[in-house]
């Protein structure tokens, strides 16, 4: 493998919380040597000119949706990890909400074989909590974890058995696990497509009350408290659930939370022409909400983001507001998306790649999402001022649900790197 040195760029480190220029050696699928500008010739090396590009740790994406098995016509491998090197994502942590249920290690294994040989970043794949994710039975989490399910989680199927829950937990925590939940009260959320208050009404979406996001979270922290399990709530998008979470964390919980680029950067406003593709779960927020959960991201009382990549169909999507199936791409859209927040002036850009990268890494036990030394070499090389215009029809995606087609964007992805391998580079 020839090393490469990738000269005069601005090096943002998530952990140091700084951005500096510098230069990287990559050799041996690590990061060998980190150089301040200008950086010594090495012999024998590829040399990269950024050109006073950023380059930051490739970005780990917790809660990505592959349609394998079951759904192959929505996403596969191929498709996902194409996508995700475009867009600068280096690891996806994949979701086992197909058809069946990743909830047995012999499915878990297939979908690894099937990642290795077909997506060109890496995948960690999550299994199921509970059996066909029906909330009845826990699944075999030890045999499982040997299979290399990296946590368990049964996605957006809220699991209502507090004693099957409680079992389960108490269980995952005797094997070390982390246990990821959608916190929602799911009697209140049901066939809800928009947020409860005066937009909801006057457009006739059928909706519901951000108290259910807090009491579901509400739960499930008192049945933490109750085992002492490694806990993370996938989307925490509304300001009453905020000091639940701030209290959890206090009391010293092994808790964490994560939010949606879309839930960041959209809010319910943007369900005034029944567009689909902003159909999202759960359902777009207040301004109110969006600024509070930006700053709870800010802070780092929100540690990551995610793209939550679910594609949909035309045939889903192309439906009344309230039949339509919930979701949008993500993982190609998520860095310029979200690079609105730095462009604003909202968000910098350590910030955020500290929730892209370093802390869904430290989460999950993984040593790439920084710059160090002996790091993995698993890097996103970008030019954030590059304007364009979205097109939906030029993701890599096989299902195009963006809510964001034609939208004018800045930030775009020069190279993504893995194991100082390129996997994509910009035309």
Partial sequence: MTATLITHARLIDPDAGSISDGALLLDGGRIAERFDTPAPEVPGAEVIDAGGAFLAPGIVDIGVKVGEPGERHKESYKTAGLAAAAGGVTTMVTRPDTTPAIDTPEVLTFIRDRAEDDSPVNVLPMAALTKGREGREMTELGFLLDAGAVAFTDCDRVVTDTKVLSRAMTYARSLGALIMAHPQEPGLSKGGAATSGK?????????????AERMGLDRDIALVEMTGVRYHADQITTARALPALERAKANGFDVTAGTSMHHLTLNEMDLADYRTFFKVKPPLRSEDDRQAVLEAVRTGLIDIIGSFHTPQDEESKRLPFEEAASGAVGLETMLPVLLRLYH??????????????????????????????GAPADLLLFDADKPFILDRFKLQSKSKNTPFDGARLQGKVIATFVAGTAVYRSA
Avoid: I, W
Wanted: aromatic share 4%; proline share 9%; hydrophobic share 40%.
């Fill in 199 to 211: 937009f909801a009404s006057l457009r006739g979406l059928p909706s519901v009350s951000p108290m």
């Fill in 344 to 373: 604003s002036g909202e968000l910098d850009l350590p910030t955020l790649f500290r929730a892209l990268s370093l802390n869904p890494a430290k989460r999950l036990g993984l040593d790439c999402g920084r710059l160090a030394k």
